[in-house]
């Protein structure tokens, strides 16, 4: 007994079984696929929905506690405030300093009073 011959290609199925594809229906006949976009289509520009109500972040506090590492936390404010803080007790300072600083911060403070 002899093997077949091996396609070069392991994996692959040798070329005899494949088939032929086969042809597209016509344009005019049933089943053929409809053309779409010869036709404009109007559309409503609606006005963003996500304009916003004039406020924006000033301060951030970012904190970083992966267990069973050093839990860290840094405070940044726009009126120039970057503090960092490393250890379970100092990052918890830090946070407690932070929500100090909203009440004492002078942007907030002008913004606040803009609204009032």
Known sequence: MSTPPRSP????P????LRLAEPAPAASG???PKV?????????????QQTGDGRYPIA???????RGATPTATSICQCGRNLFAAGHHK?????ADHTDHKTRCP???DQ???AA
């Open 60 to 66: 951030w506090l970012t904190i970083t506690a992966p």
């Open 107 to 109: 942007l907030r403070a």
């Open 36 to 48: 779409v976009g010869r036709k404009a289509v109007p559309t409503a520009v609606r006005p963003d």
């Open 9 to 12: 290609l392991e994996g692959h």
């Open 14 to 17: 040798p070329t005899s079984r």
């Open 112 to 114: 606040e009073g803009a």
């Open 91 to 95: 990052a918890l300072a830090l946070i």
């Open 30 to 32: 049933r089943g053929a």
